[in-house]
């Protein structure tokens, strides 16, 4: 499975960005697919998951404010970041289970 993400960058306090992921090599719909964020000196969290089914699961640092969804006819998973903050900087990585399998990273900034 390769995972590659997408829409990382910029923004300031309490704006919004959305993350892509598309996954390739098997189909998505029978994967668990979610994000985790590791700021620097950090380890990795996660922040949110979506099951094959479409439950969703989050960190309590992002409730509310965090949307995870997934379109299985895209193989791809995003992530929908509204009122950011700047301890939301961090970069963020696209998971996917069965196995274990971790995207390349993209970052994301929130200056104040």
């Known amino acids: 499975v390769q995972l590659v993400e997408s829409g990382g960058g910029l923004a300031q306090a309490g704006g919004s960005l959305r993350l892509s992921c598309a996954a390739s090599g098997t189909r998505s719909s029978i994967l668990v697919l979610g994000w985790y964020r590791q700021a620097p000196g950090n380890e990795r969290v996660h922040v949110a998951t979506?099951?094959?089914?479409?439950?969703?699961n989050y960190a309590d640092s992002v409730k509310g404010r965090f949307t995870i969804s997934r379109d299985n006819s895209r193989n791809t998973v995003y992530l929908q970041m509204n009122s950011l903050k700047p301890e939301d900087t961090a970069v963020y990585y696209c998971?996917?289970?069965?196995?274990?399998?971790w995207g390349q990273g993209t970052q994301v900034t929130v200056s104040s």
């Open positions: 998971y996917a289970r069965p196995g274990s399998f």
């Open positions: 979506i099951s094959s089914g479409g439950v969703t």
